[in-house]
């Protein structure tokens, strides 16, 4: 079998301070065996790209809570359907951003609640809520499917409330998020009948953190939670053998990752 990781990135192999030190030995071992480590994230693609550089990663990756697939060209052997853009092989998941726009400003309008977007602030007031630096809020602002979004004074179950009732799908990780029909289980299940086409025999790991990392988790062989920064584990339903890392973010992730790997090595005919 070959094995292939499926990984959000904040809160789970990135740190509050978006540092990935703590899993650092685990990511070597990754890259010498030549295991595919494919970001599944809610960030958009220049973030993403920008993740990639500093892990010297170059397999495919998941932005934007699935809306868009991003395949490096001829990364695999055979044709793969969708659009050329900048080097890759794009697959559009999720609605395009100026209608998931259009929604969040009727949700606004019709529920009279103080509510806004990335596309509503400034580089600056996305660096205050994030922790980037403005010319980083620059890129997280480039969305092409999903809008993350703050509502003032609302919980969780009315926010997913409103935006439900408009047609959309809600999921929250460190803000709540609209998108369209996509989700990062639909993007891995995609890719990993890809993987499967070249490899035969694989073992998906998923590893995450949130609610928006929930249906990544629910279709690969062993779904991983790493701790949220408080030490609680996000819960969930209908997931059977999840494996709860000891450890918050990067450093639960540099915990688990190799045992998992280790248990895939003592099944028969595991291959890097």
Known sequence: MKAIIFTDLDGTLLDSRYSFAPAAQA????????????????????????????????????????GGIFIPGSYFPFPIKGEESDGY??????????????????????????????????????????????????LAKMREF????????????????????SGYSFTEGRFFHITGPSDKGRAAEILAAFYRSVYGRIATIGVGNSENDISMLKIVDYPVLVMKEDGRYEEVEGLPGV??????????????????????????????
């Open 27 to 66: 990511l070597k071992r990754i890259k010498t065996e030549g295991i595919p480590l494919v970001l599944a994230t809610s960030k958009s693609r220049p973030e993403t790209e920008l993740i990639r550089e500093m892990l010297s990663n170059a397999d495919p990756f998941i932005t934007e809570n699935g």
């Open 89 to 138: 092989r794009v697959i559009r998941l999720g609605a395009g951003y100026g209608e998931i726009r259009a929604a969040l400003a009727d949700i606004r309008r019709r529920s009279g609640r103080n509510l806004k977007g990335f596309g509503d602030m400034t580089d600056e007031e996305v660096a205050g809520l994030t922790g980037l630096t403005p010319a980083e809020a620059r």
């Open 146 to 165: 999903d809008e993350p979004f703050i509502m003032k004074d609302a919980s969780r179950e009315e926010a997913r409330r409103l935006v439900e009732e």
């Open 243 to 272: 494996i709860k890392a000891r450890g918050v973010g990067p450093e639960g992730w540099g915990r688990a990752v190799p045992g998992v790997l280790d248990t895939i090595r003592a099944s028969e005919g595991y291959k890097c």
